[in-house]
């Protein structure tokens, strides 16, 4: 996607049937598995996007070899030792990459330094650092305020002032992990704490663990590949010396991207299926669906399918609801309450300010735009439905904020999305599908 920005063509009732990219939490996590992993592994329905491609590219950096064909990547497992790097590890703009990696690089055999855009240098990763230290890993940050880049020492530990043949990695044991900002700091620790040298306790600080969906994602993954990890009452317990075995793993559909082919419909009217994704799916996001039907949506969940639908002369109607657990599909549900026929309230969804950008305030500011009055506060949003009309919207090289924007030019004329080339971070050709519609 070149052009500096596009305007989206009014439509609808819709008819269609959208197959999503593979999931990037998914990806992510079993490309992390299988790395680490004894033996090699065929990941197929892969994420191919800038998110899933900034790990794959650390992931060789730090010795894995990794082929790909189609959307299958095959990975060749290091058995839990990873080499040093020879510069930096560029986490780009990814989260998940920036922080999984800071764990697993303290099974390197060298220094490794993490990275990222300017963006990820605003970004916090103190809370995962201070619970690298405690399990025995030697982490400096290197950024301001808490921030990336970071430094983590492996190979040998320094005694005495010499080396001695111990590794620097994970000792293990008993930590607290801070978890009230980002469920990514927990995930990042357990998926690196099969390799410690004694079993991993965590133990979340006042026992919160913001969008703890994600942590249970992460969990199933790490099982799918012979780890034993698993909740133990507050804590989480994963038992050392049960490393990953190398699989045949199949990535699920994005719950998280189809969130916007869902929230098409409850806009437009008509019904949209997404193929793939099923009623028993782990992913976070897909709770959006009960969050529609309280709006006035239909929603059919199969096996291997799900559909949402909006009969004509149906009227959507705002909605008070925490979206703590799923803090991604908050943006497409913003974009749906503009249609609503009383205000939305989205509450306890703090860690949108420390995304890829301030969430919370860029949704208060576009959604202001197009005519909505939108109220930011330290924690929740709240959103109230007025006149609407076309606007140009700033993206702030959020991949989601133009693909919920662009859903408003679904029912509104004259909706522009500046940068809209920001999408390739999950969903590189989602503006050709928008146009399917």
Same mark, same amino acid.
């Given at each position: 996607?070149?052009?500096?920005?596009? %305007?989206?063509?009014?439509? @609808?009732?819709?008819?269609?049937?959208? /197959?999503?990219?593979?999931?990037?939490?998914?990806?992510?996590?079993?490309?992390?598995?299988?790395?680490?992993?004894?033996?090699?592994?065929?990941?197929?329905?892969?994420?191919?996007?800038?998110?899933?491609?900034?790990?794959?590219?650390?992931?060789?950096?730090? @010795?894995?070899?990794?082929?790909?064909?189609?959307?299958?990547?095959?990975?060749?497992?290091?058995? @839990? =030792?990873?080499?040093? /790097?020879?510069?930096?590890?560029?986490?780009?703009?990814?989260?998940?990459?920036? =922080?999984?990696?800071?764990?697993?690089?303290?099974?390197?055999?060298?220094?490794?330094?993490?990275?990222?855009?300017?963006?990820?240098?605003?970004?916090?990763?103190?809370?995962?650092?201070?619970?690298?230290?405690?399990?025995?890993?030697?982490?400096?940050?290197?950024?301001?305020?808490?921030?990336?880049?970071?430094?983590?020492?492996?190979?040998?530990?320094?005694?005495?002032?010499?080396?001695?043949?111990?590794?620097?990695?994970?000792?293990?044991?008993?930590? /607290?992990?801070?978890?009230?900002?980002?469920?990514?700091?927990?995930?990042?620790?357990?998926?690196?704490?099969?390799?410690?040298? %004694?079993?991993?306790?965590?133990?979340?600080?006042?026992?919160?663990?913001?969008?703890?969906?994600?942590?249970?994602?992460?969990?199933?993954?790490?099982?799918?590949?012979?780890? %034993?990890?698993?909740?133990?009452?507050?804590?989480?317990?994963?038992?050392?010396?049960?490393?990953?075995?190398?699989?045949?793993?199949?990535? %699920?559909?994005?719950?998280?991207?189809?969130?916007? /082919?869902?929230?098409?419909?409850?806009?437009?009217?008509?019904?949209?299926?997404?193929?793939?994704?099923?009623?028993?799916?782990?992913?976070?996001?897909?709770?959006?669906?009960d969050v529609l039907e309280r709006m006035g949506c239909r929603v059919e969940r199969g096996a291997r399918a799900i559909r949402v639908s909006r009969p004509a002369g149906g009227a959507l109607r705002g909605v008070d609801v925490d979206m703590n657990a799923m803090p991604d599909a908050v943006l497409a549900l913003s974009v749906v309450a503009l249609f609503a026929s009383g205000p939305t309230r989205i509450r306890n969804v703090a860690n949108l300010r420390i995304k890829e950008t301030d969430r919370l305030a860029a949704l208060e500011r576009e959604?202001?735009?197009?005519?909505? =009055?939108? =109220?930011?506060?330290?924690?929740?949003?709240?959103?109230?439905?007025?006149?609407?009309?076309?606007?140009?919207?700033?993206?702030?090289?959020?991949?989601?904020?133009?693909?919920?924007?662009?859903?408003? @030019?679904?029912?509104?004329?004259?909706?522009?999305?500046?940068?809209?080339?920001?999408?390739?971070?999950?969903?590189?050709?989602?503006?050709?599908?928008?146009?399917?519609?």
């Amino acid at each position: 996607m070149s052009s500096d920005s596009i %305007e989206i063509r009014p439509r @609808g009732p819709l008819d269609a049937r959208v /197959p999503v990219p593979g999931s990037k939490s998914i990806t992510n996590r079993a490309a992390l598995a299988a790395a680490l992993a004894r033996g090699e592994s065929r990941l197929a329905g892969a994420l191919e996007s800038d998110d899933t491609d900034a790990m794959r590219v650390a992931l060789g950096a730090l @010795g894995v070899a990794i082929g790909r064909e189609g959307s299958a990547w095959t990975v060749r497992g290091t058995d @839990g =030792r990873l080499a040093a /790097p020879r510069a930096a590890l560029d986490a780009r703009a990814s989260g998940t990459t920036a =922080r999984f990696l800071t764990a697993a690089a303290t099974l390197a055999d060298g220094p490794v330094a993490i990275d990222g855009a300017p963006r990820m240098r605003e970004r916090p990763i103190d809370d995962l650092v201070r619970a690298l230290v405690a399990l025995g890993a030697r982490v400096e940050i290197l950024g301001e305020r808490g921030c990336p880049p970071v430094l983590v020492n492996g190979g040998l530990r320094v005694v005495n002032g010499g080396l001695r043949g111990i590794p620097a990695g994970l000792r293990g044991g008993r930590a /607290p992990i801070d978890a009230r900002r980002s469920s990514q700091f927990v995930s990042a620790v357990l998926l690196a704490a099969p390799y410690a040298r %004694e079993d991993v306790v965590l133990e979340p600080v006042d026992g919160v663990v913001v969008s703890r969906p994600y942590v249970d994602l992460t969990l199933a993954v790490m099982r799918d590949f012979g780890a %034993e990890a698993a909740w133990d009452g507050p804590a989480l317990r994963v038992a050392a010396g049960r490393g990953y075995r190398g699989r045949h793993f199949q990535v %699920e559909p994005d719950a998280s991207a189809a969130a916007y /082919p869902f929230a098409a419909a409850a806009i437009a009217g008509g019904s949209v299926c997404v193929p793939g994704l099923g009623s028993d799916s782990l992913q976070a996001d897909l709770a959006l669906l009960d969050v529609l039907e309280r709006m006035g949506c239909r929603v059919e969940r199969g096996a291997r399918a799900i559909r949402v639908s909006r009969p004509a002369g149906g009227a959507l109607r705002g909605v008070d609801v925490d979206m703590n657990a799923m803090p991604d599909a908050v943006l497409a549900l913003s974009v749906v309450a503009l249609f609503a026929s009383g205000p939305t309230r989205i509450r306890n969804v703090a860690n949108l300010r420390i995304k890829e950008t301030d969430r919370l305030a860029a949704l208060e500011r576009e959604l202001g735009k197009l005519g909505a =009055r939108a =109220r930011a506060r330290a924690d929740e949003l709240e959103i109230e439905p007025g006149p609407l009309h076309g606007a140009a919207i700033d993206t702030y090289d959020d991949h989601r904020m133009a693909m919920a924007f662009a859903l408003a @030019g679904l029912r509104v004329p004259g909706v522009r999305i500046r940068d809209p080339g920001c999408v390739a971070k999950t969903w590189p050709d989602y503006f050709e599908a928008l146009e399917r519609l």
